[in-house]
């Protein structure tokens, strides 16, 4: 299944070590705090309790959501790149 996870993360370090666990997992960066991209059950567990491990006792706010395929077909994206003068 794809999932999206997104995070609010204050400190620089614990922020990096969660982005750094999101890669080793395969999800691709979409925006700064938020990735996407397939696990199994058991990698999207794996990956939440290292991210806990990860975050530590700084605060954050990390929510991982299921997107089924009809939710992923009915994303709406403006990705708008800038254009030279």
Not at 5 to 23: E, F, M, N, S, W
Not at 35 to 62: A, P, T, W, Y
Not at 74 to 84: D, L, P, S
Request: aromatic share 8%; net charge positive.
């Amino acid at each position: 299944m794809r999932y999206l996870l997104i995070y609010d993360i204050t400190h620089d370090g614990a922020r990096t070590k969660v982005a750094d666990a999101c890669l080793d997992y395969g999800l691709e960066r979409v925006q700064y705090s938020a990735f996407i991209g397939e696990m199994s059950k058991v990698h999207q567990r794996e990956l939440m309790l290292k991210i806990k491990r990860r975050l530590g006792d700084h605060s954050g706010n990390i929510q991982l959501f299921p997107l089924d395929e009809k939710s992923w077909a009915n994303r709406c994206v403006i990705k708008q790149e800038e254009k030279g003068a």
